[in-house]
Every structure is written in structure tokens, then in C-alpha cells.
């Protein structure tokens, strides 16, 4: 048992030190993808990115019994219920992919992973509106009025777009994530207003920034895992936003 962690360590420090225990040059970026491929990170790259979105996933567990223990109304457990579990989904499946894509032992899981990474921004983005859809008062009429159930149907087009296509047309599936992300919020705020915006705009512009980094794979080291930070920063302004005007 001990023998096999002290190899599992040395493996894994090889990334860093050669087999005289030099420090190796580590290898900081491979070249960017062709259009129709995923871009292969480096084993540092790969770290990083395990990282910036593996230590989210007790948080998000947290957050999500925090939102229980403030609740007092239905609609109010419901959206933690719903909204705690896209935060905690999108972090652990986000995790497990870049653990596996690292391990490079399981190709058809690794594809799985990914796929299922993918699928979770458009549940994310719907489960990251939900609790402003569930616990606000919404018009009577208009477009915002049926938002609550228009963001899932959008996800669920999302999903079976980007299932039928995966990894191609991939500025197209951006700029669905982005229309998904953007688009009902402008609805809302044109027709309805609610609490909150000051901190929903700035959650909304960090995305938006993320997703230049999310497009620039093999431009420079670790765009990924930068793009994993500003996920993680919009994530943390919604649920404070969530918190202060909702629980
Ligand atoms: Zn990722």
C-alpha cells in the first residue's frame, strides 16, 4: 500500500524532475487545436485545471446547505434544492473530466466526461436563473412572464444541439452559450425588475470576459484553467447575490 502511494508521488513529481532528478523544463503550452479537434494540455495545464475547479466542490455542497438552512418558503427550498445542485453538478462533472482526460487511460469515459461537461453549462446557466425565476414575482404577461420554463427549454435544445455536434462548430456553440447566458436576463430586465442587478451584471461580465479565455487554448498557458477562475468568480457574485436579496 505504502509502496504503491510512494510510486503513485514519484510518478507524478516526474512531471517536474527527470529520472537523475533534474528538474525537468516543463512544457507550459501545447500548440493550439486544429477547428474540428479538442486541444491536448500539457500535464501542468491539466493540473491546473483539476485544481481551479476540484476545490469548488465541497463549497458548492456547502453553499447548498446554507441556502436549506436560510430557507423558509417553498419556492425558496426548491431553488436551493435546484440551483445548490447545478452548482455542485457542474463542479464535480467539470473535476472528473479533467481527472480522467489527465489519466489518459479511459478514452470512451474521458468522451462521456466531456460531453457531460459541455451539457452542464446550458443546465447551469438554466439552474443559475432559476431561483429569480422561482422566488421573484414574475409579470403576469410578456416574455418574462414564461421565462421560467423558456431558460429549460433552451437547455434542453442546448444539450441535444451540442450532443448531435460535439467539437464542431465550437464558435457556434459558444456564441449559444452566450445568447443563452445574456438573452433571458435582457428579456427580464427590459419587461421586469428585479433586485440584485448591480450584482448579476458584474456575475454576467466576468462569464462574458471567461469566455475569451475559454477560446484561447494554445494562445497562451493555462487559458482553461483561467477560464475555470472566472466561472468560479461569476459563480460566487451570483450566489452572493442569490443570498443577500433572495434567502
Ligand atoms: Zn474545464
Request: charged share 20%.
Given at each position: 500500500m505504502l509502496q504503491s502511494i510512494a510510486q503513485d508521488i514519484l510518478s507524478y513529481t516526474r512531471i517536474f524532475f527527470n529520472k537523475n532528478n533534474e528538474l525537468k523544463s516543463i512544457?507550459?503550452?501545447n500548440r493550439k487545436a486544429l477547428p474540428n479537434?479538442?486541444?491536448?494540455p500539457t500535464p501542468i495545464e491539466h493540473i491546473a485545471n483539476i485544481i481551479t475547479h476540484g476545490i469548488w466542490v465541497m463549497p458548492s455542497i456547502m453553499a447548498t446547505m446554507h441556502m436549506l438552512d436560510r430557507a423558509h418558503t417553498t419556492p425558496q427550498y426548491v431553488s436551493a434544492l435546484v440551483y445548490g445542485a447545478t452548482l455542485i453538478f457542474l463542479f464535480s462533472v467539470?473535476?472528473?473530466?479533467?481527472?480522467?482526460?489527465?489519466c489518459n487511460k479511459?478514452?470512451?469515459?474521458?468522451?462521456?466526461l466531456h460531453r457531460c461537461d459541455r451539457g452542464m453549462i446550458y443546465i447551469f446557466i438554466a439552474g443559475s436563473y432559476f431561483p429569480w425565476l422561482t422566488i421573484e414575482q414574475l409579470p403576469n404577461e410578456g416574455w418574462a412572464s414564461s421565462m421560467n420554463w423558456i431558460v429549460w427549454v433552451m437547455a434542453f435544445l442546448g444539450i441535444v444541439y451540442q450532443q448531435t455536434f460535439h467539437e464542431k462548430y465550437k464558435t457556434l456553440e459558444t456564441?449559444?452559450?452566450l445568447f443563452m447566458g445574456i438573452g433571458p436576463s435582457l428579456t427580464?430586465?427590459?419587461e421586469h425588475l428585479i433586485s440584485g442587478i448591480t450584482e448579476l451584471s458584474i456575475g454576467g461580465l466576468l462569464y462574458v470576459l471567461g469566455v475569451i479565455f475559454f477560446k484561447c487554448?494554445?494562445?497562451f498557458p493555462f487559458a482553461h484553467a483561467v477560464w475555470h477562475l472566472f466561472v468560479v468568480m461569476a459563480a460566487a457574485v451570483h450566489y452572493y447575490a442569490v443570498l443577500k436579496y433572495l434567502y
Open positions: 512544457k507550459w503550452m479537434e479538442a486541444y491536448c467539470s473535476t472528473s473530466f479533467h481527472c480522467v482526460f489527465y479511459h478514452r470512451n469515459l474521458k468522451d462521456v456564441l449559444f452559450y427580464i430586465l427590459t487554448d494554445g494562445v
